[in-house]
């Protein structure tokens, strides 16, 4: 039989084991609360950088033009920041910018043209370089929800902006430029274009502490016309429609 010293040493245990519990449970979901909206209602300033995939061609235009190849564009990285406000409701307002220089796919094409507009020949060898320096100013709404773990949180966004190309090339043409005494082919100065841009993309945040986020970054961005000045035969390089498909990692920092 318990002595009555015996029953209220067990009754005090099971009190302070349930208060133990309950605080326990309650810390628990207040950090996690805090986790989840630690970042609500604040502004933030982010940088990022990655790689940057490009989709289109340049091509020739002008009255030269006929029979030429079209030259594609190669992979490059890409830096920017961004600036923003986090709402309470899930959505975030930012404005992105982003640099990318994406270089001209550095590849000899043999085109076989009908004449030549120099000396006839049929067969031409055409090397191209250059840049399109793509500069995107976006503003983007984004809708942020959070994963399993409270410290995750997923986005989907889409934007709309400015991209200002500015694309540079050389193209040689041989045996055509060789025989016309022509050294270092072709250059096409500097042209610059004001375009309108959208984008699309998704990505993971992770959070570090009450002020500090990490996260990856997709984003497809359509970046609209590129396009050279003219070169000393009165054509010009140009493509439409270029896009490209970005990687990036992202620092945050939560004012």
């Known amino acids: 039989m318990e002595t009555p010293v015996q029953q209220y040493l067990f009754k005090s245990f099971h009190y302070f084991r349930g208060e133990l519990i309950g605080l326990t449970t309650g810390a628990v979901l207040t950090i996690c609360a805090f986790n989840a909206h630690a970042h609500e209602n604040q502004a933030y300033f982010e940088i990022g950088a990655g790689a940057s995939i490009t989709t289109g061609e340049l091509q020739h235009a002008g009255v030269n033009s006929n029979g030429t190849p079209n030259y594609d ?46 000396n006839g020949a049929a067969n031409e060898t055409f090397v191209a370089t250059g840049n399109v320096d793509s500069r995107t100013r976006m503003l983007n709404v984004a809708y942020v929800g959070e994963l399993i773990k409270p410290q995750w949180a997923a986005y989907l966004k889409l934007g709309v902006g400015e991209a200002k190309n500015r694309t540079v090339a050389t193209v040689n043409v041989e045996p055509t430029f060789t025989a016309l005494g022509i050294q270092g082919g072709d250059f096409y100065p500097r042209g610059s274009e004001r375009e309108f841009a959208w984008s699309a993309g998704t990505g993971v945040n992770m959070h570090i502490n009450e002020h ?8 497809y961005s359509n970046l609209g016309d590129a396009t050279t000045r003219p070169g000393q035969f009165g054509d010009n390089l140009a493509t439409d429609e270029l896009a490209v498909h970005e990687i990036t ?7």
């Open 73 to 118: 564009m190669g992979n490059s990285s890409v830096r920017g920041f961004a600036i923003g406000y986090q709402m309470i409701s899930g959505l975030r307002l930012e404005l992105d910018f982003r640099d990318r220089e994406l270089e001209i796919a550095s590849n000899r094409i043999v085109a076989t043209r009908p004449q030549s507009a120099f």
């Open 212 to 219: 500090l986020q990490v996260g990856l970054d997709y984003q």
């Open 249 to 255: 990692a992202r620092l945050r920092l939560h004012f």
